[in-house]
């Protein structure tokens, strides 16, 4: 396995959450993600519905977990459902999880195989008329997905039952992490300095960015990442100004400035962290000035960054900061012109973990702090991004050893002038 995988007493901590918010008289049923077809007969690699995930530890396709809080035998009350391997199975993809291997992980004691699902939610329905899934909260998402499918097969089927979201359960659940989540954030945070440092190091005139994206790929496959947590974005000169930029495929410039987001996935736990390096190895002048009034105003808002805030609370700071920040650069007109409305969020299982910007802050959130400053006219984009642990007394910033001080990077980048 590439990763280390959370503990089943933290799946099943989670499990309980969710039976004591249905109670009783309901049941959950929760599905996986698809296998989802990229052109032809091509697969995109698998990724596991992150809210499945978090209730299970299980991280194959064709999976389906069943809560029945109320149930008297109390070895029925949580259920899993998986597909195991057959020959077309064992022959294209290889051994899928045993029973064993799924309790293991999951700590659930009845793992069943999929195909006995349809008989027993037959025997289910018939008894609780409370349904609750894994589908938004509308239950009529245009994107199909297990999730969306089984609501609408269910309003068919049963169409006097009450069929629920869980999500907004499960997204309150996830909010606060556990020691063992936040474990694995830090290394997905520490991957992702790996790779960013390596990729600085590349740097050189007339080098595409998409050859600096490699660098980041291999360095994080080479720490036994699942992955990319995102589309990373590795944008040069005027391309840092465009928020989302994700072609990645223009030359460095001599004198650009070369923007980062980008972020490591570890056991499918997410980082997210922006940084500005310069190609030359050196700011210029205007570079500097820029990004120290964009790292002041960070640095405000990560001071901030306690309970009782919110996202919102500490991003108003950060734009006064940045109102004051402007004028002394000499730009005019409104802030929105150089820092339009981008938000810092909550992370975890997924780079924007679902969550309430205007809710107070909690001791266990993981948050990121990532204002920018967008000079269009000048072809300077700056946006520095640091992932953060709420604590009693403030927060923690996980990706601190990330260098982000301008002499600091620029000390860093004199190495591979020298090499």
Same mark, same amino acid.
């Given at each position: 396995?590439?990763?280390?995988? +959370?503990?089943?007493?933290?799946? #099943?901590?989670?499990? %309980? &959450?969710?039976?004591?918010?249905?109670?009783?008289?309901?049941?959950?049923?929760?599905?996986?993600?698809?296998?989802?077809?990229?052109?032809?007969?091509?697969?995109?690699?698998?990724?596991?519905?992150?809210?499945?995930?978090?209730?299970?530890?299980?991280?194959?396709?064709?999976?389906?977990? =069943?809560?029945?809080?109320?149930?008297?035998?109390?070895?029925?009350?949580?259920?899993?459902?998986?597909?195991?391997?057959?020959?077309?199975?064992?022959?294209?993809?290889?051994?899928?999880?045993?029973?064993?291997?799924? /309790?293991?992980?999951?700590?659930?004691?009845?793992?069943?195989? +999929?195909?006995?699902?349809? $008989?027993?939610?037959?025997? +289910?329905?018939?008894?609780?008329?409370?349904?609750?899934?894994?589908?938004?909260?509308?239950?009529? %998402?245009?994107?199909?997905?297990?999730?969306?499918?089984?609501?609408?097969?269910?309003?068919?089927?049963?169409?006097? @039952?009450?069929?629920?979201?869980?999500?907004?359960?499960?997204?309150?659940?996830?909010?606060? &992490?556990?020691?063992?989540?936040?474990?694995?954030?830090?290394?997905?945070?520490?991957?992702?300095?790996?790779?960013?440092?390596?990729?600085?190091?590349?740097?050189?005139?007339?080098?595409?960015?998409?050859?600096?994206?490699?660098?980041?790929?291999?360095?994080?496959?080479? @720490?036994?990442? *699942?992955?990319?947590?995102?589309?990373?974005?590795?944008?040069?000169?005027?391309?840092?100004?465009?928020? @989302?930029?994700?072609?990645?495929?223009?030359?460095?410039?001599?004198?650009?400035?070369?923007?980062?987001?980008?972020?490591?996935?570890?056991?499918?736990?997410?980082?997210?962290?922006?940084? =500005?390096?310069?190609?030359?190895?050196?700011?210029?002048?205007?570079? $500097?000035?820029?990004?120290?009034?964009?790292?002041?105003?960070?640095?405000?808002?990560? #001071?901030?960054?306690?309970?009782?805030?919110?996202?919102?609370? =500490?991003?108003? @700071?950060?734009?006064?900061?940045?109102?004051?920040?402007?004028?002394?650069?000499?730009? &005019?007109?409104?802030?929105?012109?150089?820092?339009?409305?981008?938000? %810092?969020?909550?992370?975890?299982?997924?780079?924007?973990?679902?969550?309430?910007?205007?809710?107070?802050?909690?001791?266990?959130?993981?948050? *990121? !702090?990532?204002?920018?400053?967008?000079?269009?006219?000048?072809?300077?984009?700056?946006?520095?991004?640091?992932?953060? +642990?709420?604590? *009693?007394?403030? !927060? /923690?910033?996980?990706?601190?050893?990330?260098?982000?001080?301008?002499?600091?990077?620029?000390?860093?980048?004199?190495?591979?002038?020298?090499?």
């Amino acid at each position: 396995m590439r990763y280390e995988p +959370l503990p089943p007493k933290f799946h #099943a901590a989670a499990r %309980s &959450k969710l039976e004591e918010a249905i109670g009783p008289e309901a049941i959950a049923i929760i599905d996986t993600s698809d296998v989802i077809m990229r052109s032809a007969d091509a697969e995109y690699p698998f990724r596991p519905d992150s809210n499945f995930y978090y209730l299970t530890g299980i991280a194959e396709p064709e999976a389906v977990l =069943v809560l029945v809080p109320g149930h008297s035998n109390p070895e029925a009350r949580q259920l899993l459902f998986v597909s195991g391997t057959n020959d077309f199975v064992g022959t294209w993809e290889g051994e899928r999880l045993t029973p064993r291997q799924a /309790e293991k992980l999951s700590g659930i004691k009845t793992v069943m195989p +999929l195909s006995d699902l349809p $008989r027993l939610l037959n025997r +289910l329905l018939e008894r609780y008329h409370t349904v609750y899934l894994n589908a938004d909260e509308s239950l009529d %998402s245009h994107q199909s997905s297990p999730a969306t499918r089984r609501a609408r097969e269910l309003r068919r089927r049963a169409p006097l @039952h009450q069929l629920r979201s869980a999500l907004p359960q499960l997204n309150h659940h996830r909010q606060i &992490k556990d020691p063992a989540e936040i474990e694995q954030i830090r290394r997905a945070v520490a991957t992702t300095k790996a790779g960013l440092e390596r990729a600085w190091l590349a740097m050189s005139p007339g080098l595409p960015e998409y050859a600096l994206e490699a660098e980041l790929t291999a360095e994080y496959l080479r @720490h036994g990442a *699942t992955g990319h947590a995102f589309t990373p974005i590795v944008a040069a000169g005027r391309n840092a100004t465009i928020i @989302h930029y994700m072609k990645n495929d223009a030359p460095l410039g001599d004198h650009d400035l070369v923007l980062f987001d980008t972020g490591a996935e570890m056991g499918w736990y997410a980082s997210d962290i922006s940084r =500005v390096a310069p190609v030359s190895g050196r700011f210029t002048k205007r570079q $500097r000035d820029t990004y120290e009034a964009l790292r002041r105003a960070q640095l405000a808002g990560i #001071a901030r960054c306690k309970p009782g805030e919110s996202i919102v609370s =500490v991003d108003n @700071h950060m734009r006064e900061v940045l109102t004051e920040e402007i004028k002394k650069l000499g730009l &005019k007109g409104p802030l929105f012109n150089y820092y339009p409305g981008h938000i %810092s969020h909550q992370m975890g299982l997924d780079a924007h973990d679902n969550s309430d910007f205007r809710a107070p802050l909690e001791p266990g959130m993981v948050i *990121t !702090c990532e204002p920018g400053l967008y000079l269009k006219t000048e072809g300077i984009g700056v946006r520095l991004e640091d992932d953060l +642990l709420i604590t *009693t007394g403030g !927060c /923690e910033v996980i990706s601190r050893d990330i260098p982000s001080d301008p002499d600091q990077l620029e000390e860093l980048l004199s190495k591979s002038a020298k090499s």
